[in-house]
């Protein structure tokens, strides 16, 4: 049996590394372990390559503007302690070149490598040991109150703390599994369902025939769940598939969406529909499909206008009351879902470890010396880089937190 570390870090990701670098420069003796032998891999695919790491945009006073969780509240103490600002100075100091898309959504110039090597390099100033692969079979705490660590390929090690950052169950494919979830419930935390969140959606039937000749298309919308009580809404780009729906704005209703209900679109947010054929009536002689296309994409006009036969003639012999149907239905159109594309598009998982049963200070849980940060937490983000900056904050909270010699 190994000597005792100070903390044993389990999961290699955002998160993960993260806490291990700070906690190494604190001067504790930190080891990270992780079942893969591929670091950080959510990381490198994420953002197509450039790894969207934190956004402007979050407001730490009020995080509930961007997660979700059964207490969006929990994730305010770690969001204002360390915040997009401070990340943003960390990557500058590493001379990592950045900028930003839209919506204060931050990405690398070159890579998501580069994120990667720095978040390496503050483990290496810390001194951190990183064992892959090298998985953990089981973990106990002895009547001293140190946990025991049976490791896969390097026997049994021995800590004072243990940190929890393995993530949810998102990406399979990438090594993504339930380890956190069955440690926490070893222990006697409870857990929240999970389910999949920023993952696209599935309609499946005869219904969708017509809309699946769109895949590809992408356009402009604005997305809500169509429920009065809990009615969220987003602006942003729709992509139609050959299955259903994905782009940030479906991706980002996602993670509302409860099966069975449906989801309301507006096709044209920023057109006065009604106004605009109204003129198209009273001004032009082509073909209502052409005057349409002149307001949406021409595929989606030539789709669209297929659904009635009112619509598949002169703009200007369509009847008023055929006019104010096809803006409604541009403007209002529902559909209900018949399901998602599971974990292996998700982009994170909704649900995890109760925030109840952890200290938003410093995400210890109730078991001492037991820490749990990052994804496999109950807290979500928006699309974004929302849930990279909750991967920075939980860690560093945990990381100043974690008890030196």
Request: aromatic share 8%; proline share 5%; with cysteine.
């Amino acid at each position: 049996m190994n000597d005792t570390w100070d903390a044993v870090v389990i999961g290699a990701g955002a998160a993960g590394l993260f806490c291990a670098g700070i906690a190494g420069q604190r001067g504790l003796r930190v080891l990270v372990l992780d079942h893969s032998d591929k670091v950080a891999e959510k990381i490198r695919i994420s953002g197509g390559g450039r790894a969207n790491f934190t956004n402007r945009e979050l407001d730490p006073q009020a995080p509930h503007k961007h997660f979700l969780g059964a207490n969006p509240h929990f994730c305010r103490s770690a969001l204002s302690r360390y915040t997009p600002a401070d990340f943003i100075a960390l990557v500058q100091r590493h001379g990592i070149a950045f900028h930003e898309k839209h919506k204060g959504q931050l990405f690398c110039d070159r890579s998501a490598d580069d994120l990667i090597q720095m978040l390496l390099r503050e483990c290496e100033a810390g001194g951190v040991q990183r064992w892959q692969p090298c998985g953990v079979k089981a973990l106990r705490q002895n009547g001293d109150g140190v946990y025991e660590i049976d490791t896969a390929t390097q026997g049994t090690v021995r800590s004072r703390a243990v940190v929890v950052a393995t993530g949810g169950l998102s990406i399979p494919k990438i090594g993504a599994t339930d380890f956190g979830y069955r440690i926490a419930t070893q222990f006697g935390l409870r857990l929240l369902d999970t389910r999949p969140g920023l993952v696209p959606l599935t309609f499946d039937g005869e219904g969708w025939a017509p809309y699946a000749t769109l895949a590809g298309l992408s356009l402009p919308v604005r997305i809500d769940t169509g429920e009065k009580k809990t009615r969220m809404a987003f602006l942003e780009d729709l992509l139609f598939t050959h299955r259903g729906l994905s782009g940030p704005a479906v991706l980002q209703i996602s993670s509302y969406w409860r099966e069975g209900t449906p989801i309301r679109l507006n096709l044209a947010p920023d057109t006065d529909l009604p106004a605009a054929l109204a003129r198209a009536k009273a001004t032009s002689r082509k073909l209502l499909a052409n005057e349409l296309a002149s307001l949406v994409p021409s595929r989606l006009a030539d789709a669209w206008v297929q659904q009635d036969a009112d619509w598949q003639r002169p703009v200007a012999e369509a009847a008023d009351k055929a006019l104010a149907r096809l803006a409604e239905r541009l403007a209002r159109w529902e559909i209900t879902p018949t399901g998602t594309e599971g974990y292996r598009k998700a982009e994170v998982t909704l649900g995890g470890v109760d925030t109840r049963d952890l200290s938003s200070q410093t995400l210890e849980s109730k078991q001492p010396g037991l820490y749990f940060i990052g994804e496999v937490v109950d807290v979500t983000g928006w699309l974004g880089g929302y849930n990279f900056q909750w991967a920075w904050a939980s860690a560093h909270a945990c990381a100043q937190a974690l008890p030196t010699r």
